[in-house]
């Protein structure tokens, strides 16, 4: 195996953060303002699949107050610098025909809340799965299709989303979008309050702000299918956060997490080993693989399992205990495991599927370690809301956290030598 990493200046605490999505971005930000930040980054999780509707908890058609964003989570936002947080909330356009509303929005979306009224006109273009004239009936009597070139290319009709979106990263391309715009306004004579387009405007950066500019009137995009342009911003201005934090990226999958004296070592399954004061576990849950389903009946394919075991496991080893509403996993009464059905929706009102992740304190800290210096954010949480804004949130507070236990330990150490 190779050394062990993780030598830290004198007084400066090492936290390491497993996981690169939401949680564990906002877990390295926060963490990243007082600490020495290991981030280890294991591919592509859930946090890819954001559609860029940013919520605390997951949305409903029925109206509802804005919920208060945690203080302490706006300057992980600010850093990100690619979302829109209004205080009265965001009303988005769906592909699938829906007006919804939203905490906040990634800024390439179109917030129609802010409009104040007017008529906005649902550009008609010849991308697959964008049907101007139904989304305008679906979403309601101020919307109207209007014609304007969008496609250049005569590929451009079958690109993915992501694809054809990082074409105006170029402000060439995107130029030559908003003359097409203007063009269309033009010729349909009369002011519009704004224009709502497919998921296509930048990959880099969202170029919803800039092509406004350029036509005149406000521009943006409607929500897409998982996997788009919205997930891929996310990440790249996730990179530009952290590198100008200056945190360490390690590529590779964590595969355990061990003590190491008085201090936490993270081993990776392409044989690193990584020292730090504190570890956060930002792996995602099921969605995210951070969480696997694993019953009984999966020990041995062709014969009796040997043992019952909870249907749940962590992806990776960690001291630390899976549970859901305060109580670790139960073992089930049969060797052969908990019926599947008994365990997610539809069939029962409170899936253990919805619920199950790593018991925390208040805090993020794990449960069942003494000295609360693991800490858990995120999806892999029990008992939280499955929402981008919600894992953010439990991010930066488990780094924060995570970043005062390490200052007080590399402190304690200093004090000693």
Not at 96 to 123: F, M, N, Q, Y
Not at 279 to 287: D, H, K, R
Not at 376 to 384: N, Q, S
């Amino acid at each position: 195996m190779n050394r062990a990493r993780g030598d830290r200046a004198p007084g400066v605490g090492h936290v390491i953060v497993i996981g690169a999505g939401v949680a564990g971005t906002g877990a390295a930000i926060a963490a990243g303002a007082g600490a020495r930040v290991t981030v280890i980054d294991g591919g592509t999780g859930a946090s890819t699949l954001s559609t860029g509707a940013i919520d605390l908890a997951p949305w409903t058609r029925a109206p509802a107050p804005p919920a208060a964003v945690p203080e302490q989570a706006r300057p992980a936002l600010d850093l990100l610098g690619a979302y829109v947080l209004p205080d009265r909330g965001a009303l988005l356009l769906t592909s699938s025909g829906v007006a919804r509303p939203a905490r906040g929005h990634d800024a390439a979306l179109l917030d129609v809340a802010r409009l104040d009224g007017g008529r906005v006109g649902v550009v008609r273009c010849g991308r697959a799965g964008w049907d101007a004239e139904a989304l305008a009936r679906a979403w309601g009597p101020g919307y109207e299709p209007i014609d304007a070139t969008v496609l250049r290319f005569g590929d451009e009709g079958a690109l993915p989303d992501a694809d054809f979106a990082s074409r105006h990263d170029d402000d060439g391309r995107l130029g030559w979008l908003a003359e097409r715009l203007r063009e269309s306004l033009g010729r349909r004579g009369g002011a519009l309050a704004a224009l709502v387009l497919p998921p296509s405007l930048g990959v880099e950066r969202a170029r919803a702000e800039a092509l406004s500019r350029l036509v005149g009137a406000p521009c943006g995009e409607a929500i897409g299918l998982p996997g788009g342009p919205s997930g891929l911003r996310f990440e790249r201005a996730r990179d530009r956060a952290l590198s100008t934090l200056g945190v360490e990226r390690v590529q590779e999958r964590a595969a355990a997490v061990e003590r190491a004296g008085a201090r936490w070592r993270v081993l990776t399954e392409g044989g690193g080993a990584h020292d730090g004061d504190c570890v956060i576990l930002a792996t995602g849950g099921l969605l995210g693989g951070g969480i696997e389903y694993s019953p009984s009946e999966t020990i041995l394919a062709s014969a009796l399992p040997p043992r019952a075991c909870p249907p749940l496991r962590l992806a990776i080893k960690a001291p630390v205990t899976l549970g859901s509403q305060g109580r670790p996993l139960d073992l089930p009464g049969s060797l052969f495991g908990a019926p599947p059905e008994s365990l997610a929706s539809p069939f029962v009102v409170d899936p253990l599927f919805d619920r199950a992740g790593v018991l925390v304190d208040d805090q993020g800290a794990a449960c069942g370690i003494p000295e609360r210096d693991v800490f858990a954010a995120g999806e892999v949480v029990a008992d939280v809301s499955r929402t981008w804004l919600a894992a953010l949130c439990s991010g930066v507070r488990a780094g924060d956290r995570a970043r005062r236990q390490a200052a007080q330990r590399a402190g304690a150490d200093r004090a000693i030598s």
